[in-house]
């Protein structure tokens, strides 16, 4: 077999490997950690209840400028931390 017919075959088995990969990793859930977190009113709750005391101060997990950008997806939750600044 010359080169310039196995290039297409390994195309097509490249191809094919990342297909069957990509399907693993959708069907499994594997790569996506917010699909290990069901969104049930129960989980909702427990979230809620988590909160800092004072809900526009920035977790200790984000930035400022990131929980800033977090907030202003939840303008309803966040409407009076939003006018703040």
Not at 37 to 61: F, G, V
């Amino acid at each position: 077999m010359n080169i310039e017919k196995s290039i297409p075959v390994i195309l097509l088995i490249l191809a094919i490997a990342g297909l069957i990969w990509s399907a693993t990793m959708f069907f499994s859930g594997s790569g996506d950690d917010s699909a290990k977190t069901i969104n049930t009113p129960e989980n909702y709750s427990n979230a809620m209840r988590a909160e800092l005391q004072n809900k526009c101060e920035t977790p200790p997990d984000y930035t400022d400028e990131e929980w800033r950008q977090h907030m202003s997806h939840h303008p309803d939750q966040y409407k009076e931390c939003l006018a703040e600044k």
